[in-house]
């Protein structure tokens, strides 16, 4: 089992639609949680960046964490054809620099 | 946040050759890691380059194959030694500012073997 686990999609919504994206992991050590975009044939960027347990808005994008779940989720409200690119969760501990990825998910927003 | 500037951006190279991949940083940084991000897959931690000092590895990789090095806090580089095709990938090079800070990645280098 892989200690990050993230749908790789593709998940297809149309202009305006309201998307969630959510990993879920195994390790209670992680205390920091980032989700990051990644265009074709660009580097991954942060998007968001959030330490413990609660949620962190945005703009147009609101960050999720439940660690009793060990749960993460993102949230693009009013979703553009700009937001479709490969969205991925990532995850430390307080102890740790690694961060472990989850594999991506596809998103694609349909004009 | 700062600006990465990974070099290559691509490469196409022969089997059993190697390739340097330069990561230049527009300001000093503590910490500069490098990760492969193979076709279809996520990011894996290749290892964490130390400023004057031996990179430290991931478990997987070792120093033979991927030596590192980092003679500033500004600037590292990867290379990728004795190529083979399963070498084909993207790497990244990522920063982190500061301690608690999140890390922010180059474009990366898009290295196929033939």
């Known amino acids: 089992q892989k200690e990050v686990e993230q749908d790789p999609g593709p998940l297809s919504v149309p202009e305006g639609a309201i998307v969630s994206l959510n990993c879920t992991y195994s390790n209670s050590a992680f205390q920091y949680f980032m989700w990051y975009r990644q265009y074709s044939r660009k580097g991954p960027e942060l998007l968001m960046y959030t330490y413990s347990s609660g949620n962190k808005e945005d703009g147009r994008f609101t960050a999720q964490v439940d660690k009793s779940s060990k749960y993460i989720s993102l949230f693009i409200r009013d979703s553009q054809p700009s937001d479709s690119a490969t969205y991925l969760c990532a995850m430390t501990s307080d102890s740790s620099y690694k961060l472990i990825f989850g594999s991506g998910t596809r998103l694609l927003v349909r004009p | 946040s700062a600006v990465i500037s990974q070099k290559p951006s691509r490469d196409i190279c022969q089997r059993g050759t190697s390739l340097t991949i330069q990561c230049q940083v527009d300001?000093?940084?503590?910490?500069m890691f490098w990760y492969r991000q193979q076709p279809g897959q996520s990011l894996t931690l290749i290892a964490t380059?130390?400023?004057?000092?031996?990179?430290?590895?991931e478990s997987g990789f070792v120093i033979d194959k991927f030596p590192i090095s980092r003679p500033n806090l500004t600037f590292s580089t990867l290379t990728v030694s004795n190529m083979s095709p399963e070498d084909s990938s993207i790497y990244l090079c990522?920063?982190?500012?500061?301690?608690?800070?999140?890390?922010?990645f180059g474009d990366g280098t898009r290295l196929s073997i033939l």
């Open positions: 990522s920063v982190e500012q500061g301690v608690g800070q999140p890390q922010h």
């Open positions: 380059a130390n400023q004057g000092s031996e990179a430290t590895y």
């Open positions: 300001s000093q940084v503590t910490m």
